[in-house]
């Protein structure tokens, strides 16, 4: 009998599916809701983003472990549900390779003055290529990404959180400042920062149960929470709340946010290491979501693994978003935020539909008397299900102009 996988390893692995460039769009979403309204919404959508992954676990029970996200739904949802679940995860991917490339031009234009546009190109093609080439070269580069991404981000954190403000992060000084009214605008974003579900029958069939499974959808999403945590008190307690106008009204662009920090930290180290954090994160996740995505459309369109079947992937996967950043380069917060919209169908709503159809007895239970089951009992899939539906709705209002958006 072969060691069994630690659960730190299955913890960061979500944490590393979950933490990227969503960690971006965090400050700009919360420069309204500020610290601890901030905070609060962040550690809400953990919680409900935690259990809906739980939810999914109690779904596969009773199904041969290589089973896929797919499969489940099709068999206890049906066909046009599935379609429906198939077409929201590849609108969510291509929303943010669109939000990725863009970010990523802007950053390199800013870096090399060669202009947003070409920055973006240069980008797309160079590094979509690795996913073209093989996962194994995904695998190698995104091992010296999470160690750029770790080794810049303490780097520029300490730098960061020497200097934190009191005054700064909690506002102190502007009075009858509200707060409340735009933690409602931040919850797409932050849902876009725990999407870990399509990974859950991967961890079912790493660990072989459900039980350690469990632990580890636990341990990475409390790992990116502390993540998140660290990242949002240390930019809070720096840049002040009037700051983020300008890089709300530019549509909460990366570039926009790293040039407002430079701007107050004096250190000029600590503004590279952050640069650098930043497109480690913007590049991790362009490679891991390209890689999703490209084996989606593979599977979907079945294109062969030869070379001209995997061109045939890469220009599915790639050349859409890449033409839409170069007609359209939106802002980075609009385009999160459309995906965390979306992302509410497959990352709470089937889930708990999934869960109650389990429960309810429709579904093909494995015939385990002592099944895994999410906690809560019905009321949390009632919770995790409304959830899903007003995070969609409030960015529906929010482009409706019908929520408080904070300008500064």
């Known amino acids: 009998m072969g060691q069994k996988p630690s659960l730190v390893g ?20 919360g420069a309204g809701a500020w610290t601890i309204w901030s905070v609060l919404a962040i550690t809400l959508t953990m919680i409900v983003m935690t259990v809906s992954g739980w939810m999914l676990l109690e779904s596969y029970q009773g199904y041969p472990l290589r089973v896929s996200f797919d499969t489940v739904t099709r068999e206890l949802l049906g066909e046009k549900v599935n379609v429906l679940n198939n077409l929201t995860v590849y609108f969510v991917g291509g929303i943010l390779l669109y939000a990725y490339i863009t970010s990523a031009g802007l950053i390199i234009d800013g870096m090399t003055g060669i202009g947003s546009h070409w920055g973006s190109i240069l980008f797309t093609l160079g590094f979509s290529g690795l996913v073209w080439h093989s996962t194994r070269a995904v695998d190698r580069i995104s091992v010296v990404l999470v160690i750029a991404m770790g080794l810049s981000f303490v780097f520029g954190i300490s730098g960061l959180s020497l200097n934190i403000k009191p005054t700064l992060l909690f506002d102190t000084l502007s009075e009858h400042a509200s707060y409340a009214p735009y933690a409602l605008a931040m919850l797409p974003v932050a849902l876009t920062s725990f999407g870990y579900h399509h990974s859950v029958s991967s961890m079912r069939a790493y660990y072989g149960e459900e039980r350690r499974a469990r632990y580890a959808i636990l341990g990475g999403t409390a790992i990116a929470l502390l993540f998140y945590l660290i990242w949002l008190v240390s930019v809070f307690g720096n840049l002040p709340r009037s700051e983020f106008g300008p890089v709300v009204a530019q549509g909460g662009n990366v570039d926009v946010l790293l040039k407002a920090l430079a701007s107050v930290i ?94 309810t007895g429709k579904g093909e239970q494995g015939g385990k008397g002592d099944g895994f089951r999410a906690p809560g009992g019905m009321p949390m899939i009632v919770g995790v299900l409304l959830f899903g539906v007003l995070t969609a709705l409030f960015h529906l209002l929010n482009m409706a102009g019908q929520l408080p958006v904070y300008t500064g």
């Open 10 to 29: 299955g913890a960061c692995i979500i944490a590393g599916v979950c933490v990227g460039a969503g960690m971006l769009g965090l400050p700009s979403a």
């Open 266 to 359: 004096e250190s000029e180290a600590v503004s590279n290491a952050l640069n650098l954090f930043s497109m480690a994160a913007i590049l991790s996740s362009f490679i891991g979501v390209g890689l999703g995505v490209f084996d989606y459309l593979a599977d979907l369109f079945k294109f062969d693994n030869s070379h001209q079947g995997r061109a045939k992937s890469w220009a599915a996967t790639f050349l859409p978003p890449l033409l839409l950043s170069l007609l359209f380069p939106f802002g980075f917060l609009m385009a999160i935020g459309y995906a965390g919209a979306v992302a509410t169908l497959w990352t709470c709503i089937i889930p708990a539909l999934l869960a109650w159809k389990v429960r």
